[in-house]
């Protein structure tokens, strides 16, 4: 999440642009209200820049499959991941045929063919990334967090 600092005096004014190229919802979060507010490409929202509070408003994307530094992902194909500070981990049940990841804005860092085994360690800088990968059972996209 990506949160906002409410020092301001006056209106604040948050415009969203380019959240068609997400493929899952994006929300606001009020942390004073607890509501979750979908937001569009073009939406604006206005709000008092005088609240108390200093962290009021967060920007959410649906994070079920987003992993952090100490955590494991284990999908519908058998796939587990695990980040550390150096990258990632990939385990799997079934042979890996390939690799393939994405930064956060969809472009294609790096591909990985043949791999033809059950392991796979990718070295990564600090960052948010879209995972493909293919196994005998079927392909998956996983979002990480290398920290």
Known sequence: SVSVLDTA???????????????RPVYLYDALT??????????KIDFDGREPDAVRYYLNIDRSDVIT?????????DVIISSDNKGLNILSKSELKS?????????????????YNTTFE?????????????????VSNNKVIVK
């Open 69 to 77: 530094f100490n955590d494991d992902v284990d999908n519908d194909n």
């Open 34 to 43: 607890d509501i979750n507010t979908e937001i569009y490409s073009g939406m």
């Open 9 to 23: 005096i006056g209106n604040i004014e948050l415009s969203f642009f380019g959240t068609e190229n997400f493929t």
């Open 122 to 138: 990718i070295y990564l800088p600090v960052g948010v990334y879209v995972v493909e990968i293919e196994t005998e059972n079927g």
């Open 99 to 115: 690799v393939a990841v994405y930064d956060i804005a969809g472009h294609l860092i790096d591909k990985y063919h043949n791999i």
